[in-house]
T-cell receptor
Framework: DVKVTQSSRYLVKRTGEKVFLECVQD?????MFWYRQDPGLGLRLIYF???????EKGDIPEGYSVSREKKERFSLILESASTNQTSMYLC???????????FGPGTRLTVL | GNSVTQMEGPVTLSEEAFLTINCTYT??????LFWYVQYPGEGLQLLLK?????DKGSNKGFEATYRKETTSFHLEKGSVQVSDSAVYFC?????????????FGQGTRLTINP
């Protein structure tokens, strides 16, 4: 079975903290994605990576950065967490130029 | 830019009812179209897809047909079950910077009562 795993299901952080969300896929996929999911807004793309060490901004990159040092791992970093970053964060991966994406279970982040 | 619009939710139906969730899109070119489902506490799973006009995607009793003339991809099921209660997302793919990005609708929460 294909698998995308995320480091935490639930996370609570304080304003100003640096937060790392980790994502690992075991399918040897080239592309990886980070989304945030908010009620009534669907999923919005934060960043994506089409290859190791390559990254591209999505629709809402402000306040976030990413790192992809290995093909299977894609990290989302909140340099200084703020309350408006409280959300569900979903990681996904796909083969190159294939539309179908495989999703992890999500991390529900609360910033106090 | 490309966009996807889904019918407003939440939708509540009785078991064995007929389901339609509307989805329309705006896109340049001919994107692939997808329906994803999110069960409580889980990530998204691909439910079905269609890659070109008039294609019909189907899975688990759900169907959707890629209608280019009406730019629609409505999700249907003839007889829903309690286990179909979930949030459903319509999406299209667009090529950007060497990757196929998905553009999602806002999601429709479906509740099926026994």
């Amino acid at each position: 079975d294909v698998k995308v795993t995320q480091s935490s299901r639930y996370l609570v952080k304080r304003t100003g903290e640096k937060v790392f969300l980790e994502c690992v896929q075991d399918m040897d996929h080239e592309n990886m994605f980070w989304y945030r999911q908010d009620p009534g807004l669907g999923l919005r793309l934060i960043y994506f990576s089409y290859d190791v060490k390559m990254k591209e901004k999505g629709d809402i990159p402000e306040g976030y950065s990413v790192s992809r040092e290995k093909k299977e791992r894609f990290s989302l970093i909140l340099e200084s967490a703020s309350t408006n970053q409280t959300s569900m964060y979903l990681c996904a991966s796909s083969r190159v130029l294939r539309g179908e994406q495989f999703f992890g279970p999500g991390t529900r982040l609360t910033v106090l | 830019g490309n966009s996807v619009t889904q019918m407003e939710g939440p939708v509540t139906l009785s078991e064995e009812a007929f389901l339609t969730i509307n989805c329309t899109y705006t896109a340049t070119g001919y994107p692939s179209l997808f329906w994803y489902v999110q069960y409580p506490g889980e990530g998204l799973q691909l439910l079905l897809k269609a890659t070109k006009a008039d294609d019909k995607g189907s899975n688990k009793g759900f169907e959707a047909t890629y209608r280019k003339e009406t730019t629609s991809f409505h999700l249907e099921k003839g007889s829903v079950q309690v286990s179909d209660s979930a949030v459903y997302f319509c999406a299209l793919s667009e090529l950007i910077q060497g990757a196929q990005k998905l553009v999602f609708g806002q999601g429709t929460r479906l509740t099926i009562n026994p």
